[in-house]
C-alpha cells in the first residue's frame, strides 16, 4: 500500500509541474487575429457603452421611422383613452371567414379560460371560482376600439396580452369576441 501511495504522489507532482509550463499556455496560432473573440473587452457592470453615448439609442426605431416588427399604438392607458378607442377606433381588417376563424382558434388559447367559449363569463376559471366577476360580453357596452385596447393595456382584473398577440391577431380576436356578442344578444 505504501508503494501505490508513493507512486501516485510521484505522478500528482509530476503532472502539476509539467502542466504549470508556461510554453504550454500561450497560444501558438490565433485564427480569428485580436478580434474580441479571444480578447474581450470588459465592462463595468452597468456602465454606458462608449457606442452609445445617449443611452441605448440603438434599440428603438430611428426617428421618422416605423418599425416593421410592432404597431403603433399610443392611445394612453387611461379612462380617457379607453373612451377614446371606444369611440373612435374600428378594426382594419377584413370581415371574413379567415379572420373570424383565426379569431376564434386565439379566442380559445388566450380568453376563453376566462371569458368562456361562449364569451359568457364562465370559463373554467370563473367555474373553479379562481376569479370571480368576468363580465358577460351580452352586458357590455363594447366596440371593436375598446376590446382592443383591453386586449393592448387590459382592465381591471384583467391583465394585458398584447405580448402575446401581434396587431393582426389582436384585431381578429376584437372580430370573434363581437361576433361572440352578438350571437349573446340574438339569443
Avoid at 81 to 105: H, R, T, V
Avoid at 135 to 146: L, Q
Avoid at 152 to 179: A, F, P
Amino acid at each position: 500500500m505504501k508503494i501505490v501511495s508513493k507512486i501516485t504522489l510521484i505522478l500528482f507532482s509530476t503532472m502539476m509541474i509539467v502542466s504549470c509550463n508556461e510554453t504550454k499556455t500561450t497560444r501558438k496560432v490565433q485564427y480569428m487575429g485580436d478580434t474580441d473573440m479571444y480578447n474581450s473587452v470588459p465592462y463595468d457592470t452597468y456602465s454606458q457603452p462608449e457606442a452609445f453615448p445617449e443611452g441605448f439609442v440603438a434599440l428603438t426605431p430611428v426617428e421618422g421611422t416605423v418599425s416593421r416588427s410592432r404597431a403603433i399604438y399610443d392611445v394612453p392607458n387611461s379612462e380617457e383613452g379607453y373612451l377614446f378607442a371606444k369611440d373612435s377606433i374600428n378594426s382594419p381588417l377584413e370581415l371574413n371567414e379567415k379572420n373570424l376563424d383565426q379569431g376564434k382558434y386565439l379566442y380559445g388559447i388566450y380568453c376563453a379560460v376566462c371569458h368562456g367559449d361562449k364569451g359568457d363569463g364562465q370559463g373554467a376559471l370563473v367555474k373553479n371560482e379562481k376569479f370571480l366577476g368576468v363580465p358577460n360580453y351580452k352586458d357590455r357596452d363594447i366596440t371593436d376600439g375598446s376590446i382592443y385596447h383591453v386586449i393592448m393595456h387590459g382592465r381591471n382584473l384583467m391583465g394585458s396580452h398584447s405580448s402575446q398577440l401581434n396587431d393582426t391577431e389582436r384585431w381578429q380576436v376584437v372580430q370573434y369576441v363581437e361576433k361572440l356578442r352578438s350571437d349573446l344578444i340574438s339569443n
